[in-house]
């Protein structure tokens, strides 16, 4: 085979998730982004005052409860990735820089909450959260975008 033919080929190979995937995928970051959003506000705006100073809010713990829930089914979507979408993905060239940036903050976000749970002491807490968080807001972003481009790659 030619090795403009093997381009040619490679190119034309469908990196696209079945629509159950992407439901599950697109699912479980809104979830995750909504609890995360939602313990932001309960943490830092939302602080009851009481005789003794601010309080945690009833949301919090809820919060992080249930984005640590969320957590561990993205573990398992973004594992279901691999082999279906990624391999494909690298196979026909496509979309790379967007998806590799989508796996350094994916990794950078479960290393951050792995810290947060077993790693931060008292003192670096604050630190690991706010890169947590930061990272965060990000990844809806960074998913939009990964999306726009592959769907712009092919129709090019």
Not at 11 to 29: A, F, S
Not at 31 to 40: F, P
Not at 120 to 136: F, L, N, V, Y
């Amino acid at each position: 085979m030619t090795r403009h033919r093997k381009a040619s080929l490679q190119r034309h190979v469908n990196v696209r998730l079945e629509r159950w995937h992407r439901r599950c995928i697109y699912g479980i970051t809104a979830w995750l982004t909504a609890t995360g959003l939602l313990w932001l506000l309960a943490h830092y705006l939302l602080r009851p005052v009481g005789e003794f100073g601010e309080g945690v809010n009833p949301l919090e713990p809820w919060s992080m409860k249930l984005h640590g829930a969320g957590a561990m089914v993205a573990l398992f979507f973004i594992g279901s990735l691999m082999n279906s979408h990624m391999r494909r993905a690298l196979k026909a060239g496509r979309n790379l820089a967007s998806g590799w940036s989508m796996i350094a903050l994916l990794s950078a976000l479960t290393a951050s909450g792995y810290a947060l749970y077993y790693v931060a002491s008292e003192h670096s807490r604050p630190t690991w959260s706010a890169a947590h968080w930061i990272i965060g807001v990000a990844l809806p972003l960074l998913l939009v975008l990964h999306i726009a481009l592959g769907r712009a790659s092919k129709s090019a």
